[in-house]
């Protein structure tokens, strides 16, 4: 026997033998019909088969536990501070098998469907949670991520449950990418505070929400002295981004009158962008307030809201709030952003201000420039009174640059403290705007740009927004360079939060100098969102 052929035998035995070899010690495999507890779990034809093994098990740095497409788990699934990853080897569970199976589904009854609490470094995708129904005795939330830092969750569908689709509660450094959390009671995606939890400042930092979809969150029907049924909310959190996410057809069915809703909002937090987003059709329960687009509310500091798309909503197209009790409300941008006829149930305006301490100056400094209202309904900006009839007339508002289209007088209320320059104000019955409130303005001229029609305007993926061929000036139109120079990027970067990372593949876009379909700005400016 020659030695080459010794050496072709040696690699055909390590070949064979390979055949039979599990693979790495960290990879484990979840199969709900053919698996067995007391395999190794280490490879597919030995899969382990319950979420009882998954939760008794601790998982480290490195390891990867996969679920079985087309298959359905009863239960729930539990990591601790002893489930983590690592700066080098993070911790994954996500789904194997046949890619035109649907994701593996959990099923948790009425119980949550996925908690991770104090642990670190982990990424869960693409798996499907489902509560038993907001009505149908759930009473939890469904994928819950507590005292975590360097999460990960994407390509996740979460519904069925009473309280929250997502709640993130007093985490760090958490990604929700291309999530669709829709049909909960509560709220789709929410950050705040946990609970029991007394730590001071902002619990939860560096949050990003992307891609995410958040539709028919109807209302939590056990919640009877509060809001419920929005689409986001981002609460108690220091720096986050929100971005190219939807929210429709959120709080038809909050149970109770008041305070209600919205599509997408933050309150009690700082350096928030909301940014890219589409919010349509949200309700408030008949009688009930709010059920808007967007609102920055109570305690908001430093945070933008830009390139947005709102319309059709039961509230304003963008609410800019300050209840009782909060810390001051102060330092945001709204720019670059579209209403078209919001406040349908409510307020009849496309930006509703309102404070509810109307003798404090607890709601101030806000610039609002280069966005479009048009409302069919009533005026584009209303400031509110309160019962006494105290009017919001809060200090520090300047408004520059925007189109403002209505049927009724433009502005509604008081705001004998808000400064206005160089908007277009055009009634849409073509009477005289009996309130020139803006010594630059351009009064009685129609705007000049492809006006929405009723079969072209109710875009619904965000992803399209750039291709909006609806808003866009003419070329004669009385809007092009009659607008104020502002230092948009100077503005903006003043605002956009720290620490965050943008988009599925990280990437940094901060905005700044560029319109609604991301072209540099003119000079002089135009009015409007070109």
């Given amino acids: 026997m020659t030695e080459k052929t010794v050496f072709f035998l040696i690699l055909a035995g390590c070949a064979a033998c390979s055949l039979f070899q599990d693979e790495p010690a960290n990879t484990f495999y979840i199969d709900a019909e053919n698996g067995n507890d007391l395999n190794s779990g280490q490879i597919a034809t030995k899969a382990w088969q319950t979420l009882d093994k998954v939760n008794s098990t601790d998982f480290a740095p490195g390891s990867k536990i996969f679920f079985k497409r087309g298959q359905t788990w009863l239960g729930s699934i539990r990591f601790d501070q002893n489930d983590s990853g690592s700066a080098s080897d993070p911790l994954e569970i996500s789904a194997y098998g046949n890619p035109l199976f649907a994701n593996p589904e959990i099923r948790s009854g009425n119980e949550y469907g996925f908690l991770l609490e104090g642990s670190a470094r982990v990424k869960v ?7 038993a129904g907001r009505k149908q005795g759930n009473t939890t939330s469904g994928l819950i991520v507590r005292n975590c830092r360097n999460i990960i969750l994407d390509s996740l569908e979460v519904s069925g449950y009473q309280k929250d689709g997502v709640e993130i509660l007093n985490s760090e450094k958490v990604r929700v990418i291309r999530v669709d959390a829709s049909n909960n009671g509560s709220t789709g995606i929410r950050t705040g505070r946990d609970e029991n939890s007394n730590s001071p400042g902002y619990p939860v930092k560096n949050i990003y929400i992307g891609y995410c979809t958040t539709n028919d969150n109807a209302g939590n029907p056990e919640i009877l002295e509060n809001h419920s049924g929005s689409g986001i909310i981002v609460s108690s959190t220091d720096s986050a981004v929100v971005e190219y996410c939807s929210a429709a057809n959120n709080g038809w069915d ?17 350096r928030i962008t909301i940014r890219y987003c589409i919010a349509y059709n949200n309700e408030s329960s008949r009688g009930a307030s709010d059920g808007g687009g967007f609102d920055l509310d109570g305690g908001v500091t430093n945070s933008i809201v830009q390139y947005n798309y709102s319309y059709d909503n039961n509230g304003a197209g963008y609410g800019l709030f300050q209840y009782a009790g909060t810390s001051v409300w102060e330092n945001n941008l709204i720019r670059f952003n579209i209403s078209y006829n919001d406040g349908e149930g409510n307020e009849k305006a496309g930006i509703y201000i309102w404070t509810a301490e109307p003798g404090k100056d607890l709601l101030r400094n806000c610039k609002i420039y280069n966005n479009i209202i048009i409302n069919e309904l009533g005026s584009a900006v209303k400031y509110a009174t309160d019962g006494s009839g105290q009017a919001s007339d809060p200090n520090g508002f300047e408004f520059s640059n925007n189109i403002f289209i209505s049927k009724e007088e433009p502005v509604e209320g008081t705001g004998t403290h808000s400064a206005y320059s160089n908007n ?73 939060p720290s620490g965050v990372s943008r988009g599925p593949a990280g990437n940094r876009d901060d905005g700044g100098d560029v319109n609604f379909w991301g072209k540099p700005l003119n000079e002089p400016a135009n009015i409007g969102i070109e």
């Fill in 424 to 496: 277009l104000w055009w009634r849409l019955d073509n009477k005289p705007v009996s309130k020139r409130l803006d010594p630059k303005g351009i009064y009685g001229k129609e705007p000049g740009m492809v006006m929405p029609q009723p079969h072209n305007y109710r875009l619904t993926d965000p992803a399209q927004l750039k291709n909006l061929e609806l808003f866009k000036l003419f070329e004669n139109s009385a809007c092009k360079g009659t607008g104020k120079n502002i230092n948009s990027s100077r503005e903006v970067l003043l605002v956009l």
């Fill in 125 to 131: 995708n693409r798996l499907s949670l489902k509560g």
């Fill in 254 to 270: 909050m149970p109770r009158q008041g305070n209600g809703p919205v599509g997408i909002w933050a309150h009690d937090a700082n």
